[in-house]
């Protein structure tokens, strides 16, 4: 017996956030939206699936973001996705550590990220 794999992470978000979490996930990160089962969908939020890649983004009434706990994405052409964000007024935070390029931001309710790129 043994854990093997993390399925999905789950972050939160103000309630009537999805069309901004879509914009962001869907439209800056490249995450394709997914429907939500039936039973769930009434609680609001919305699921990003590529793959492997799973991020649900759960409605919470009092929401606070999540800043020093973070989502680590591995990602393809960083300096592509940068310029992209940056394009869409996202602040990043670029750096490098440990074989890695990576760089920070929030997404649109104040929860960070980090995207990486192996160097």
């Known amino acids: 017996m043994r854990v093997r794999a993390i399925d999905h992470v789950q972050l ?17 990160l490249g995450i394709p939206s ?5 039973a769930l ?3 609001g939020g919305c699921w990003f699936v590529a793959g492997d890649l799973k991020v649900h983004l759960g409605i919470e009434e009092d929401f606070r973001p999540a800043r020093k706990a973070h989502v680590a994405l591995l990602v393809e052409d960083l300096p592509a996705l940068l310029a992209r964000l940056r ?9 490098e550590l440990d074989g890695y390029d990576r760089a920070y931001v ?11 790129e192996p160097a």
């Open 106 to 116: 929030d997404d649109p309710f104040g929860n960070r990220l980090e995207l990486m």
């Open 41 to 43: 969908a009434v609680r």
């Open 12 to 28: 939160a978000m103000p309630p009537r956030g999805e069309e901004r979490a879509r914009d962001f996930y869907e439209g800056l």
């Open 34 to 38: 997914v429907p939500k089962p039936a």
């Open 87 to 95: 394009g869409a007024g996202i602040e990043v935070l670029p750096e």
